[in-house]
Structure formats: structure tokens, C-alpha cells
């Protein structure tokens, strides 16, 4: 049955709609319509394709729906599929560059095309009359894998070229990736379904690809940058790389918006520089950059080595993946005494640093890993985070692998390990620990809180081991002549350190507060606590549910903070840093001109809707007010919200007035607007 023009011009439109939706997505990096939508789409144009019989060649409906493979055929590649040369650091590129000069037996100054080179999967894709009709892997350069099936399910690649000038024949190379959200949702689909999470976005890619139903290619979204031409119809290409790339962009073709020409071989270093910076801000995976003479009769002339052509180089950014040996395991014990597995590896340059240890963060983590002693195991470092063992290689050879087991004991001082929580271990010892009380000291001496100039962390392990501190308050009675039979401590650094020491008794609450290293209690909650308390006695002696009133201070601080001030060594250790005249000028709360309701005593029952009964009691007490749980005769009045049920009759009953939650809030807006 011939079709009508209506449907003729229908196919038309959606295969329009279809492309641009394809390049949108990939462009834009945002769909512009919903994934069922696009389905809609496609679904309405291959009912009417095969209803009507059409010719299907170069159709977005031929994305997917191929049969599966029994197998993949072999393609010989008609010019090889090179590899690059790499280069590691800036003296290297010079010399790339000094090279070609000489080769061209000229100085002039060379143009060069600048790229990303992204961590994917190198692919070739033949066109003919503008019909993507082969794609397949490198291979090993000269035979690679047809794998036609399953590029074509990714949407970025058109089927069918577009514009003005495609050469007849057009083979282009590119690298087929899945970018770092892909990868994430991926990975995210696997937990949720107890499947096995992949390794990196690389290897999903390359299984991808060798699927061999084209069905599991098309749920994942891989997405490809093109970044050379092969095979094409003499004389069709422009003369610079530079202008080929717009070209490929013109046809429907996906390029990276990161690259660039530049001119001279320094503006290369500095392009590699710059693409370094933004490296993890990128939406893909790349290790390095790749530097290509812009000019293809250049590159002409330059010619090609047995694997490697002449005019091309990558440059390789420090790996920040790689995988080296864990030697063992140290449990370290902090300010707290939560007890840290900390791994030592054998060093492994990774992400430009050397990384020799680093923390596993606790024993769930290590179950997670699976990891042992004597595993190799990949770590990652990316950006300037901490670097991070992300799996296990493979088993030990060899020797025996050796499981990795919490300890019972307190490594430093003996004491019995307790379970904190779910999953953290922590030293029981506290004051007897000499790894708490140096990591206390640390603490109270570090800059934000009591700032002691010069008492580094080498120094306070000295004095806790030669045991002339015990806690931080025998700071304070130290003096420069005990100083000096520590090693390399002269007269001079001894006198200024027990100066620092004196200026350091001049501090503020807030910081004091800080110092103390209370669980949980950082600079901003120790700000707060100050602030809402003015005063030492008051903040020790407020209960639970009077520190909740403080923002930000939720029960679980409250309880830290609460244990710490009631606890009898704190006290005394509290006393002591006063005696040996630590002191802080004091903090205006609001004296007693600014608490109009002083003396009165409150009971809020029933819903409070618009207030909250947590606000309403914060800012009565903040008036002066004491909120009290029950009515009794000191009662002086009552705040009955919603549903107010016994409270409510017993303030009737013994004639206490009774006021509702609009009064209330009257009554605080006018009070709080006059202080
Ligand atoms: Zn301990």
C-alpha cells in the first residue's frame, strides 16, 4: 500500500523531531523532552514505517531493534587505527614540538589542535552517501570488531549525516565514553537491584559495546566525542583540523566543546594546564590531553613512525587511579577516642602525589571492600580530597592474606575498646589514654581555639612522652627551664613557646568552649552556646532541655554537652584552667532591663499551630520567663493552643488566667520589638 502525503509528511516530522531530540541530548547534556516522550515518538514512527513499508535506511527507528548477534565479525581497518605517543610533562612537549621543527626543517611557528582525551573505548565509524553503514572497535589497530548493532543505539550519532559537502565516503574515528552521571545511575539501578555494580565508566563502556544484543546496549547511555577522519573521498576535507572539526559538526556529528587551536607549543602547556584545573568539573572521564598539528599538509609531511603518527601526541595527566600493595593496618585513636583503621601501602604515585597511607574510616568500610592484608588494591585520588581505596584487585599471591581484625584493646593505652554506635570503635580509657590527651591537647593548642603560637603536633607527643603535661591545664604552670631537656628545644624557642603559653590565658568563651573539645561541639555550636549563655556557671549547669534551645543544638549534642559539663574530671579540669588565669571578658546576654517577664513562670498546653511549642518556650525564655511543664499555684499564666485538654481545666480551677496562642504572640512581637 502506497502511502498518503499526510503520512509521508508525518514520517518526515518525526524523523526531524527524533534527530533533533538526539543532538539535544547530547549537545545540551540535558534532554529537552521526557525519555517517554522520545518513546512515544519513535513508537508512533516505526508503526507507520512498517505499516507503510518504507525505506528505513538511515531512520531513527533503526536505533534499536537489530536481533542479537551470535557473534561479532571481524573488520579489517582500511588505514590503520594508530596509537599516540604520550608525554608526561612540559620539557617533553617541547621537545615533540623541537622535533618537528627539525623534521620540517623550519622554525616556523606551528599551529595545534588541542583536546580532551577522554577516558573511553576508540571507535570507527564508515559512512556512505551520508548512511552510517559500519562501526567498529580499534581492535589492535588493523582488525577491529563490528559492533554496528550497538552503536547505533547511541542516540549522539546520527545514522544519517546531514548538510551541505559529505564526501561520499567517511570514515571517522572517535571515542565512544559514558559520562560520570551515566555511570552514577548505572551503578545506582545495580544496588537497588543486588546486582554487581560496575568497576569505572571505561570498562562499562567496552562491555557495552561487545554486548550482543543491541536491546542491553540501548539501556546504557553512552555517548561519543568524534576527534579524527580516516578513510574518506579525496579532496572533500578542508586544510586545518580546526575546520575538519567544524565540518564534523556541521554533518551531525558530535565534537568536544573543550577543544581548541592554539598557536605554539607553549599555549599547548598552558591548554593542558587549564583542562587540568576544570579536569573533575567535567561531565566525562579524561587522562590527558591530546596536541595535534592543525595543519593536515603538515601533517602530511610529517608522516607516520611504524605505530605512531609524527604530528600527534598525548599528554598524560598523573593517573588518578592506580594500584599498589596494603602492607597493614594501624588502628589510630583520636581527640575522642574513636579508634580509625588506617591503611599503609606500599607508596603508589597517584592523582600527583605519593600516597603511602590512608584511612579506611572504620570496619564497616573494610567488610565492604572485602579488603585483607597483602591484597592489591586500587586506590583513587581525585582533586585535592583524600585518597581512597576504592576495591580489592585481586587476592594476595603467594602468602596467605590476612584478615583485618578490630581490636579489643586500646592500641595506645590497654583499655577496653566499646562499640559506639553501629559501626565506630572507641578507646574507653579517656584520661588514662595518651592518645586522647595528646589529641586533646592538639586540639585546645590549634589555632581556632586557644591558639598557642609554636606547640605543634611534634612537640605536644614530646611533652606527653617525656610526661611533663598530663592534661591541657599543666600547660599553664610549665616552665622554659623543663623545656629544655627536650630534644632540639633551645633557650630562645623554650621562652617563646611558654610566652605563647601566657598570651594564650587571654581568650574569648566562645573559643574556650571550643578548646574543650566537647563530641560534637565545633566553633559554630560553641559560638552558639556562648552567645545564648553568657557564662561558664550558666552553661553548667543548663539541662537537656535547656541546651536544645540553643540553635543548632539537637538532643544528641545537648547529651554530649550535658555529660561533658556534669562529668567530675571536667570540672575540676575546668577549675583548674581558671586558676592558672584563663579568662574571657564577658558576654552581654541582655541583663535584666531586657528580660521584661523575669519572674514569671509559664505553662504552653494544647497545640500551638502557627508558633510551635519549641519556638513559643525559646523566646519566652529568652524574655526572662521560666516555661514550666505543669500548672500549679506559682503559675502566673497559661498559653492554651489547640485541643488544650487537662492543664487547661486545671488552671480554671485553681484561677490562673489563661490566654490563647494569638495573645502570645502579641505579647512576644511587642516585648522582643522594644529590647
Ligand atoms: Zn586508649
Not at 132 to 151: C, F, K, Q, S, W
Not at 308 to 329: D, N, Q
Not at 348 to 358: D, H, I, L, R, Y
Request: net charge negative; glycine share 8%; aromatic share 4%.
Amino acid at each position: 500500500m502506497a502511502a498518503p502525503v499526510s503520512v509521508l509528511q508525518e514520517v518526515d516530522s518525526l524523523r526531524a523531531q527524533l534527530n533533533r531530540h538526539n543532538t539535544l541530548y547530547h549537545t545540551l547534556d540535558a534532554p529537552a523532552i521526557p525519555d517517554a516522550d522520545y518513546d512515544a515518538l519513535l513508537a508512533r514512527l516505526v508503526a507507520l514505517e512498517t505499516q507503510y513499508a518504507l525505506d528505513t535506511n538511515g531512520s531513527p527507528s533503526q536505533r534499536v531493534g537489530a536481533k542479537a548477534l551470535a557473534g561479532f565479525a571481524q573488520v579489517v581497518h582500511e588505514l590503520p587505527m594508530l596509537s599516540l605517543d604520550k608525554v608526561f610533562d612540559r620539557e617533553d612537549l617541547l621537545a615533540f614540538e623541537a622535533r618537528l621543527k627539525k623534521r620540517l626543517e623550519s622554525d616556523v611557528t606551528i599551529g595545534f589542535s588541542c583536546e580532551p582525551k577522554v577516558d573511553g573505548v576508540a571507535v570507527s565509524l564508515l559512512y556512505e552517501a551520508g548512511l552510517l553503514v559500519r562501526a567498529a572497535t580499534r581492535g589492535d589497530g588493523v582488525m577491529g570488531e563490528d559492533i554496528t548493532h550497538n552503536v547505533k543505539t547511541i542516540r549522539c550519532i546520527p545514522l544519517r549525516l546531514m548538510g551541505d559537502n559529505v564526501p561520499a565516503t567517511l570514515e571517522v574515528r572517535g571515542e565512544i565514553y559514558l559520562g560520570k552521571r551515566g555511570f552514577a545511575e548505572l551503578n545506582e539501578q545495580a544496588r537497588r537491584s543486588q546486582s554487581k555494580v560496575f568497576v569505572n565508566p571505561r570498562n562499562t563502556a567496552a562491555g557495552t559495546l561487545r554486548q550482543l544484543d543491541p536491546q542491553r546496549a540501548a539501556s546504557v547511555p553512552l555517548q561519543m566525542f568524534c576527534y579524527s577522519v580516516g578513510l574518506h573521498t579525496e579532496g572533500t576535507l578542508p586544510e586545518t583540523l580546526g575546520e575538519v572539526f567544524e565540518s564534523l559538526a556541521n554533518w551531525g556529528l558530535p565534537t568536544n566543546p573543550q577543544r581548541e587551536t592554539v598557536i605554539g607549543i607553549e599555549a599547548c602547556v598552558a591548554y593542558c594546564q587549564r583542562l587540568l584545573a576544570k579536569r573533575d568539573a567535567l561531565e566525562y572521564e579524561i587522562d590527558g590531553a591530546v596536541i595535534k598539528v592543525d595543519s593536515l599538509p603538515l601533517q602530511e609531511k610529517l608522516g607516520t613512525n611504524a605505530r605512531t603518527p609524527r604530528w600527534a601526541m598525548a599528554y598524560k595527566f598523573p593517573p588518578e587511579e592506580r594500584s599498589t600493595r596494603l602492607l597493614g593496618v594501624e588502628f589510630q585513636v583520636g581527640r575522642t577516642g574513636t579508634i580509625t583503621p588506617v591503611a599503609r601501602l606500599e607508596p603508589v604515585f597517584v592523582g600527583g602525589v605519593t600516597v603511602s597511607n590512608t584511612t579506611l574510616h572504620n570496619m564497616d568500610e573494610v567488610a565492604r571492600l572485602g579488603v585483607r592484608i597483602g591484597d592489591q588494591v586500587v586506590v583513587r585520588r581525585a582533586g585535592d580530597v583524600i585518597p581512597k581505596i576504592v576495591s580489592v584487585v585481586s587476592e594476595a599471591e603467594n602468602s596467605a592474606p590476612q584478615e583485618i581484625v578490630a581490636p579489643r584493646k586500646c592500641p595506645v593505652c590497654g583499655s577496653a575498646v566499646e562499640k559506639d554506635g553501629e559501626v565506630l570503635l572507641r578507646c574507653s580509657g579517656v584520661l588514662v589514654c595518651a592518645a586522647q590527651r595528646k589529641e586533646s591537647i592538639k586540639h585546645f593548642a590549634s589555632r581556632n581555639a586557644l591558639d598557642i603560637e609554636g606547640l605543634g603536633e611534634r612537640l605536644v607527643d614530646q611533652l606527653v612522652e617525656a610526661k611533663l603535661i598530663n592534661d591541657v591545664s599543666e600547660l599553664f604552670s610549665l616552665e622554659a627551664s623543663q623545656l629544655l631537656s627536650l630534644e632540639r628545644m633551645g633557650v630562645k624557642s623554650a621562652e617563646n613557646l611558654i610566652a605563647a603559653i601566657d598570651r594564650a590565658r587571654e581568650t574569648t568563651l566562645p573559643k574556650f568552649l571550643f578548646a574543650l573539645g566537647i563530641r560534637e561541639v565545633g566553633e559554630a555550636t560553641a559560638q552558639g552556646l556562648a552567645s545564648h549563655f553568657g557564662t561558664l556557671d550558666l552553661l553548667q549547669s543548663a539541662t537537656v532541655d535547656e541546651l536544645v534551645l540553643v540553635p543548632d543544638v539537637g538532643p544528641i549534642v545537648a547529651e554530649h554537652i550535658a555529660s561533658f559539663m556534669g562529668n567530675a574530671a571536667n570540672i575540676a579540669l575546668m577549675d583548674r584552667l581558671v586558676a592558672h588565669g584563663v579568662r574571657w571578658p564577658t558576654i552581654e546576654t541582655g541583663g535584666a532591663v531586657n528580660k521584661p517577664l523575669a519572674g514569671q513562670s509559664v505553662v504552653l498546653t494544647g497545640t500551638l499551630e502557627s508558633l510551635g511549642r519549641n519556638e513559643a518556650k525559646a523566646r519566652l525564655i529568652a524574655l526572662g520567663a521560666k516555661v514550666a511543664g505543669s500548672v500549679s499555684k506559682n503559675t502566673s499564666l497559661v498559653y492554651a493552643g489547640a485541643n488544650a485538654g487537662s492543664k487547661l481545666a486545671k488552671a480554671e480551677e485553681l484561677g490562673i488566667d489563661v490566654a490563647d496562642e494569638a495573645a502570645l504572640i502579641a505579647l512576644l512581637e511587642e516585648l522582643e520589638a522594644a529590647r
